[in-house]
């Protein structure tokens, strides 16, 4: 008679912790999915590549509820009209339901699709916290043939912030005589308090001498500049995930907790409109991102 012995009590706990994790990981994904940091068609294939992965092992009853105002009575029809058992798991899709899925999301959820003929200004924009600042900086440091343009503001200078380096510093009568004389590409009012704007002479004198040019803006301040500019690059900057976002407001310290809840509210409605966008690219080290926002520029930037 064959003994069954049970796994050593270390493994148990082992196996108990790596469920624990994947749980973990496959509620982050089903938030990612819900608030657009991750498109369907990117957790798509991201399953295909690694069936054992998060997206891989998730059920494609998860996966649909988790996508923007899909409802358990709207996935239950899609997996009828798709032919999909509600029992499978992404990674492991057949070849034909996976073709059929992906053809479903692009027609319901389109992937931005960048377009030809793009200029050599550069926008830069995405939600709060996802460090669009930073990477600007990193740009400007390490790649000092693209110009970094610089905003005049309302509010007053932070401590160790440069007058004409870091803003222009005005006063609200200022801002109103830049805003009625067109001397602004665009403004905006950020977090209801100060207003921001884009000197629009510099940076046609740049233009003008044929150098790149990055605006590092907000919502309002991308959806002005491509109605001014049609020919602009604009670029959604993304965090590596909701949770990282969140984790980075909270770790900066510079909100209180009301604040921070209003500024999550406001990134779910910014997340909402990257497909507004020519080009994402997440934030997940800034070096990284950097360099890929200057190749998309380099890409972008018409033949000399």
């Given at each position: 008679m064959t003994e069954h012995r049970s796994p050593p009590e270390v493994d148990r706990v082992a196996a108990s912790q790596r469920a624990v994790e994947v749980r973990r990981a496959r509620a982050s994904l089903k938030r990612d999915l819900s608030f657009r940091v991750v498109t369907g068609q990117e957790v798509l294939r991201r399953a295909i590549s690694d069936p054992q992965s998060p997206s891989g092992t998730l059920r494609i009853t998860d996966f649909l509820t988790a996508l923007p105002a899909i409802g358990e009575g709207k996935r239950d029809?899609?997996?009828?009209?798709?032919?999909?058992?509600?029992?499978?798991?992404?990674?492991?899709?057949?070849?034909?339901?996976?073709?059929?899925?992906?053809?479903?999301?692009?027609?319901?959820?389109?992937?931005?699709?960048?377009?030809?003929?793009?200029?050599?200004?550069?926008?830069?924009?995405?939600?709060?916290?996802?460090?669009?600042?930073?990477?600007?900086?990193?740009?400007?440091?390490?790649?000092?043939?693209?110009?970094?343009?610089?905003?005049?503001?309302?509010?007053?200078?932070?401590?160790?912030?440069?007058?004409?380096?870091?803003?222009?510093?005005?006063?609200?009568?200022?801002?109103?005589?830049?805003?009625?004389?067109?001397?602004?590409?665009?403004?905006?009012?950020?977090?209801?308090?100060?207003?921001?704007?884009?000197?629009?002479?510099?940076?046609?004198?740049a233009l003008a001498a044929g150098r790149t040019v990055l605006l590092e803006i907000d919502l309002q301040g991308a959806r002005q500049v491509r109605q001014a500019a049609p020919d602009a690059t604009l670029v959604f900057l993304l965090p590596p995930s909701w949770d990282e976002l969140v984790q980075r407001l909270v770790g900066r310290g510079t909100e209180d907790a009301e604040e921070r809840e209003r500024r999550l509210r406001t990134a779910k409605v910014e997340l909402a409109s990257q497909n507004e966008f020519d080009y994402r690219v997440v934030n997940q080290d800034v070096a990284a991102a950097a360099r890929e926002v200057v190749e998309l520029a380099k890409a972008s930037a018409p033949a000399s």
């Open positions: 029809r899609v997996l009828e009209e798709l032919a999909i058992s509600p029992v499978k798991r992404l990674g492991g899709l057949g070849a034909r339901q996976r073709e059929v899925l992906a053809g479903w999301l692009d027609e319901r959820f389109p992937e931005p699709r960048p377009r030809r003929g793009r200029s050599r200004l550069i926008v830069l924009a995405g939600p709060t916290a996802v460090g669009k600042g930073t990477v600007a900086t990193y740009i400007k440091e390490h790649f000092p043939e693209i110009l970094l343009s610089v905003s005049a503001t309302t509010r007053p200078p932070r401590p160790g912030e440069v007058e004409g380096e870091h803003y222009f510093f005005t006063g609200e009568l200022s801002f109103d005589r830049l805003i009625e004389s067109g001397q602004l590409l665009e403004w905006a009012t950020v977090h209801n308090k100060y207003r921001y704007g884009t000197p629009r002479g510099p940076i046609e004198e």
